[in-house]
């Protein structure tokens, strides 16, 4: 069995740093299902598909949606490599969180979605990232980690990484955003966004991601 070990939790939690840190010291596969939506999103505004019309393309989607990850180095984003190009700035825009955040609310999505997310699990092991990763995607997991921040905390450092990408935003339409996307994550229908029963829940307000390393393993 291939392990697995899953972080879930809202935007800005740390799912991403973490994840990171954790697949390039384990030399673990590194899945990020919110870029996976994201691509998904993205290559469907590129062919003019919309939710209408998925059904009767969802063939040409499948033949063609290949998405790998790679972890990067630390401090900067896991990048998204779809059809030989390098397309992490295109997909981590706040436009295209939107975007993806009603797209991912849609259970014909989740369905498409749903092997192309397993299809990461390969030896020598696996570190899932998402919303739903403990829950529903990975439910056998032997380990389930729940990130949560406040969500003052979570603008703030949201704030930091578009800047860093030459971005600025306002601080008070990022929490307000970032707000709806939890609300909406959290309160639809399928795959919901919450701890799996079985999971281990860490606040990361006040950890720097060492700290939060450290606790995980801990508790691995
Ligand atoms: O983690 P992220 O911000 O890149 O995720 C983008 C959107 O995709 C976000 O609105 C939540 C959604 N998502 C989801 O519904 N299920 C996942 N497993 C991952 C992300």
Redesign the pocket.
């Known amino acids: 069995m291939i392990p697995v070990i899953t972080i879930d939790g809202p935007?800005g939690s740390g799912?991403g740093t973490i994840a990171q840190m954790l697949a390039l010291e384990l030399d673990w596969n590194i899945l990020?299902?919110?870029?996976l939506?994201?691509t998904l999103a993205y290559f469907m505004k590129e062919n003019a598909i919309d939710i209408e019309n998925f059904k009767e393309n969802q063939d040409f989607l499948k033949k063609r949606f290949h998405v790998s990850f790679d972890p990067g180095i630390p401090g900067e984003p896991v990048r998204v490599l779809f059809e030989n190009k390098d397309i992490t700035a295109i997909v981590r825009t706040e436009e295209m969180?939107k975007i993806?955040?009603n797209l991912?609310a849609e259970p014909i999505i989740r369905e498409f979605i749903k092997p192309c997310q397993r299809d990461f699990m390969t030896a020598p092991g696996l570190i899932a990232d998402?919303?739903?990763?403990g829950t529903v995607?990975f439910s056998d997991a032997k380990y389930k980690i729940f990130l949560t921040a406040s969500a003052e905390e979570r603008a703030k450092r949201r704030q930091t990484q578009l800047k860093r990408q030459g971005l600025e935003v306002n601080m008070r339409s990022l929490l307000q955003e970032l707000e709806d996307?939890d609300r909406?994550?959290t309160e639809r229908e399928h795959?919901p966004l919450i701890p799996a029963v079985d999971s281990v829940v860490i606040d990361t307000s006040n950890l720097n991601p060492e700290g939060v390393v450290k606790v995980i393993k801990t508790y691995l």
């Open positions: 935007s799912k990020d299902s919110g870029a939506y994201r969180a993806t955040s991912a998402g919303r739903d990763m995607i996307r909406k994550d795959s």
